[in-house]
């Protein structure tokens, strides 16, 4: 089945202790994205990359960084999460940058206390 | 990053039609979408339009777009439950943006 899957789903840590959600998709996907999406704001980009080994910033990159050593994956790394950072993470990815239609997936409600 | 507004919140009744709002700045999106995004899921791509057209009907869906006032508007016929989630229109510039999402409840 064609999908993106992340992990974990749920996840609560604490100030300052660094994390790593994962995403991997399955559909030789060349555009993969994150999104935080938190209440009346929207979805909003935090890291996008094109392809293996080029990766931008989106709208709200501080306190996160990204790495695509390989096409299927794109983690999101916080270094030193804050409580500001909980959020709802939504990884996605596209054929291309300029292919019509985005896969999701399911989501990680993030949580740092 | 693009502006793109909607509404937060739409009630409605089983079988009645829902219309859910949109306005963007952006104008250059070669593509305008709505996704679907269910409790505890991800969005899902529900429709898109494309940017030199009106209107598009997908079976109870009917996508209407006014270039001019740069206003997209997603109408559902005969509402069911089963359509309570929150909407999100999208366009895609140099990259996709999301509005705010349209939350609604279908009441039966």
């Known amino acids: 089945e064609a999908q993106v899957t992340q992990n974990p789903r749920y996840l609560i840590t604490v100030t300052g202790k660094k994390l790593t959600v994962t995403c991997s998709q399955n559909?030789?996907?060349?555009?993969m994205s994150w999104y935080r999406q938190d209440p009346g704001l929207g979805l909003r980009q935090i890291y996008y990359?094109?392809?293996?080994?080029?990766?931008d910033k989106g709208d709200v990159p501080e306190g996160y960084k990204v790495s695509r050593k390989e096409k299927r994956n794109f983690p999101l790394i916080l270094e030193s999460p804050s409580p500001n950072q909980t959020s709802l993470y939504f990884c996605?990815?596209?054929?291309?940058?300029?292919?019509?239609?985005?896969?999701f997936g399911s989501g990680t409600r993030l949580t740092v206390v | 990053g693009e502006d793109v507004e909607q509404s937060l919140f739409l009630s409605v009744r089983e079988g009645d039609s829902s219309v859910i709002n949109c306005t963007y700045t952006?104008?250059?999106?070669?593509?305008l979408y709505w996704y679907k995004q269910e409790p505890g899921a991800g969005l899902q791509l529900l429709t898109y339009i494309f940017s030199n057209m009106d209107m598009k009907q997908d079976q109870r869906l009917t996508v209407l777009l006014n270039k001019k006032d740069k206003h997209l508007s997603l109408r559902i016929a005969d509402t069911q439950t089963g359509d309570s989630a929150i909407y999100f229109c999208?366009?895609?510039?140099?990259?996709?943006?999301f509005g705010t999402g349209t939350s609604l409840t279908v009441i039966p």
């Open positions: 990359s094109m392809n293996v080994e080029v990766t």
């Open positions: 559909m030789n996907h060349e555009y």
């Open positions: 952006d104008s250059s999106s070669t593509y």
């Open positions: 999208a366009g895609r510039g140099n990259q996709f943006y």
């Open positions: 996605a990815s596209s054929l291309s940058a300029s292919y019509y239609g985005y896969t």
